[in-house]
């Protein structure tokens, strides 16, 4: 099975993972990593180096980071190009992780990465564009 290892800056991880579990249950292929201001990019490395001994890498590893060119980012990235089948996405979002958890069975890191990118564009969105309406068609006219 894909392991996923998300991390952040701050409580971003764990915040993740708890939503994520409220709504799909408990995911015993994703490991949750914070990034406190208080942590050096040392222990983050060997916080990601124990959870990639917790996981069978035979299917591949994904980080999913909060940001692009954090301590985070820099740490996986490092970790990824020292084996095949290790990917880094930044930019994660709730909606990401709820769309591919689920169907991560089966993917090759690569296929989850490819997935993943188009699920996190089109995760982002408006209200606007979502009603399918032009907002200053409707100047309400009046009021205070």
């Given amino acids: 099975m894909l392991g996923i290892i998300l ?12 939503a994520m579990k409220q709504i799909l249950g408990e995911q015993p292929q994703v490991i949750a990593i914070d ?4 942590a050096s990019p040392a222990l983050l490395t060997a916080q990601f180096e124990a959870a990639l001994a ?5 299917e591949g590893v994904v980080f999913l980071i909060d940001l692009l ?9 490092t970790l990824a190009m020292q084996k095949p089948n290790r990917e880094v996405i930044t930019g994660v979002n709730l909606q990401l992780l709820l769309e591919m958890v ?3 069975d089966g993917l090759s890191s690569t296929e ?10 089109r995760g982002l969105t408006s209200l606007v564009d979502e009603m399918g309406r032009d907002r200053d068609a409707e100047i309400v006219e009046g009021g205070i």
């Fill in 112 to 121: 989850f990465r490819l997935q993943a990118l188009v699920c996190g564009h």
């Fill in 7 to 18: 991390s952040g800056h701050g409580g971003f991880a764990s915040g993740l993972e708890q």
């Fill in 35 to 38: 990034f406190p201001a208080s």
């Fill in 69 to 77: 060119g954090g301590t985070p980012f820099r740490v996986a990235s």
């Fill in 54 to 58: 917790a996981f069978d890498e035979s």
């Fill in 102 to 104: 689920p169907e991560c």
